[in-house]
């Protein structure tokens, strides 16, 4: 027999059963329950889809209670180990890991999309001197749509395969130049011949030397990082990018719009309020009192708590042990005492253990990142690079997906009904 959930409506006495597949019931089969002939029929009220399915995928799976995450089955701790960033791309996208044929030609497919046409470098140069390089990522983002009015094609797969390549390999080349636009310092173009991490630290740090030297252990804890934050299933972000591509825009657009949402500093925008929050603790010594700000709602521990994990996030525990082979060689981020004090305390206190708040991907990120010579405005911009295979991967799986239509919710409308329009001498005067 079928699973099934019985409704007993106390308004009519009248039973209703409810198909229950997967776990869920659709939030459409309740609508037939309707106290009378004319009631519109019974909704869900769900404002931050706390526990809502806004779609059936195959890409990522997290179990947060035991901090488990997976990119198609494959989970994250033996991608990090083993993989690449590209090789990851390509298991998202197409649901396997490539064959060695396969993964040549995915790479050589985007490399040969990593050049900017010469007039974005124009627009970005129109950038404020000390504008921010998340709002220089998306706006350039969004501006490629105009450079690629085929991508409006969306119902092709093969031009969605084409503008997914694009996309994966132009946005490390716009974050190197908008970060080298907001130092003053000339950008520079792809280099092939490096990896896809190599490349991309070339074109932000090259200067006037012949050849810059790519630092092979900087380069995969780079690579690594790519991997961790390349998808986290229907976050903010994702479910920016699937609902502006609901309404079948082209994908440049779409991924803008979704980079806009990853700015914030409740969602990807969090690693930089990190490092701004340990600076302003200062030293280990205020660290308790820190805390008890916190606990009596001052603020929040930035880089703590997830909607989803409600134990170690996983990717947190990679970043943390990469952070170590990083300062290796850049030596040590004065800031990662403070975090491991700051993390020491939190997870020995009640506040946090009774909540469930463990460290993010966020806490240690901004670490790493500081140690390889980026300034905190640019963290946001290293997790939307990689971020791009996913939501280009969420947004070719929504337009394979029959059961989905343009994203648009209900509301519980909670204003005034129908009055008459009040001259403007009456106005105030009663
Ligand atoms: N510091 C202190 N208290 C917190 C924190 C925190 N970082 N996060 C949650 N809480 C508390 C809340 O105040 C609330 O307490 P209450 O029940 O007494 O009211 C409780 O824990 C539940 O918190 P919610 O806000 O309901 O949890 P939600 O799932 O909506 O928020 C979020 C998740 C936004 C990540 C939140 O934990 C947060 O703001 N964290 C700090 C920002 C951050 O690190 N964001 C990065 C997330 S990872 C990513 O996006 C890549």
Not at 79 to 108: C, I
Not at 284 to 298: H, L, Q
Not at 339 to 362: G, H, Q, S, T, W
Request: aromatic fraction near 12%; include cysteine.
């Amino acid at each position: 027999m079928a699973d099934t959930l019985t409704i007993t409506d106390n308004r009519t006495g009248k039973q209703y059963e409810v198909p229950i597949t997967d776990g869920t019931i659709k939030a459409m089969d309740l609508r037939k329950i309707k106290a009378s002939e004319e009631d519109f029929g019974l909704m869900t009220y769900d404002p931050a889809f706390t526990n809502t399915a806004s779609c059936r995928s195959a890409i990522t799976y997290i179990d947060g209670d035991k901090g488990e995450l997976e990119y198609r089955g494959y989970p994250i701790e033996q991608l990090a180990e083993k993989s690449t960033y590209l090789e990851v791309a390509y298991l998202l996208m197409f649901g396997e890991l490539p064959t060695p044929t396969q993964l040549h030609d995915w790479e050589q497919g985007i490399v040969k999309h990593t050049l900017l046409h010469e007039n974005i470098k124009h627009l970005m140069r129109g950038f404020r001197y000390d504008a921010h390089p998340m709002g220089v990522f998306l706006s350039t983002v969004g501006a490629l749509s105009t450079f690629y009015p085929d991508a409006k094609k969306v119902h092709d797969p093969e031009m969605r395969l084409k503008h997914i390549k694009r996309l994966i390999a132009k946005t490390p080349t716009i974050a190197a130049y908008a970060y080298r636009h907001t130092t003053g310092k000339f950008y520079v173009y792809p280099d092939n011949n490096l990896s896809f991490a190599g490349n991309f630290l070339n074109m932000l740090f090259k200067m006037t030397e012949a050849k810059f030297e790519v630092n092979p252990v900087l380069e995969r804890a780079l690579d690594i990082l790519f991997i961790l934050h390349a998808d986290h299933e229907q976050n903010c972000g994702t479910n920016a990018m699937r609902a502006i591509g609901s309404s079948e825009v082209d994908p440049y657009s779409a991924l803008a719009g979704a980079s806009a949402a990853l700015y914030g500093p409740l969602h990807g925008g969090a690693n930089e309020a990190v490092l701004t929050m340990l600076r302003e603790i200062g030293s280990k010594a205020n660290v308790p009192a820190f805390i008890e700000k916190v606990k009596k709602g001052e603020g929040r521990l930035m880089g703590f708590g997830h909607r989803v994990y409600k134990s170690y996030d996983p990717r947190a525990r990679i970043i943390k042990k990469a952070a170590y082979d990083v300062f290796e060689v850049t030596g040590t981020n004065p800031l990662l005492d403070l975090a491991l004090e700051l993390e020491r305390i939190a997870l020995e206190d009640e506040y946090f253990v009774k909540r469930k708040l463990y460290p993010n991907v966020d806490f240690y990120s901004g670490l790493i990142y500081q140690a390889l010579g980026f300034a905190p405005e640019m963290f946001t911009v290293l997790f939307a690079i990689p971020r791009t295979a996913g939501w280009v991967a969420q947004w070719d799986e929504l337009h394979r997906d029959a059961d989905q239509k343009i994203a648009r919710p209900r509301q519980i409308y909670t204003g005034y009904r129908t009055r008459d329009y009040i001259p403007m001498e009456k106005r105030g005067k009663e």
